[in-house]
């Protein structure tokens, strides 16, 4: 019954990576969510799409770039890891407008 | 942007009733209230909302005043597994959603 997927659940990396966080989500939904997760912080929204290959800038872009070619897919990078972006990286889901998101179960990065 | 106003924290028995409270004083005629929460190492869920009328489902009760200004979350039956971080949204239509740091709930024995 998994419906928001997050390809890795723990990575490790190096500064200066590049990196690739997957989401896949099997909803059909139209728009798809980046949050990243700091103690303290509570969630920020990095990037969001209202559709295949639309994306709009959250609340904290600086760093990242995503991908969204198809429907089901929103893919965030890291273009250069750096320390400051170790953290809980979590995606959404939803549809028809609603503001009712699914989340998937997270991302935890860290970048030595 | 509706701001929300959280305890940082609260304790419950469990089998007991609890009771998350919510400020939201300068919400407007078209914004929702959303209630979501986050079990720890895992992705927030999402609870219940609602707009003016107070909402029952399977997990929880939400009672908004008459004026809007605050709202409660209702569990009636807290178990151990309702120990989380309840986070208290205010939204209009369809917009991005802004998670704060909302109340960590903690259900003892």
């Known amino acids: 019954d998994v419906k928001v997927t997050q390809s890795s659940r723990y990575l490790v990396k190096r500064t200066g990576e590049k990196v690739f966080l997957e989401c896949v989500q099997d909803m059909d939904h139209e728009n798809m969510f980046w949050y990243r997760q700091d103690p303290g912080l509570g969630l920020r929204l990095i990037y969001f799409s209202y559709d295949v290959k639309m994306k709009e800038k959250g609340d904290i872009p600086e760093g990242y770039s995503v991908s969204r070619e198809k429907k089901e897919r929103f893919s965030l990078i890291l273009e250069s890891a750096s320390t400051n972006q170790t953290s809980m990286y979590l995606c959404a889901s939803t549809g028809d407008g609603a503001n009712v998101l699914t989340f998937g179960a997270g991302s935890r990065l860290t970048v030595l | 942007d509706a701001k929300t106003t959280q305890p940082p924290s609260m304790d419950c028995a469990e089998g007991r009733a609890a009771n998350l409270p919510c400020n939201h004083s300068t919400i407007s005629g078209n914004e929702y209230v959303y209630w979501y929460r986050q079990i720890h190492s895992q992705g927030p869920q999402y609870i219940i909302h609602?707009?003016?009328n107070n909402e029952t489902n399977e997990m929880a009760s939400l009672i908004i005043t008459e004026d809007r200004k605050s709202s409660t979350l209702i569990l009636p039956h807290a178990t151990l597994r309702d120990t989380a971080v309840y986070y208290c949204?205010?939204?209009?239509?369809?917009?991005?959603?802004?998670f704060g740091t909302g109340t960590r709930l903690l259900v003892s024995p």
């Open positions: 949204i205010v939204r209009g239509g369809f917009q991005k959603l802004v």
């Open positions: 609602g707009l003016k």
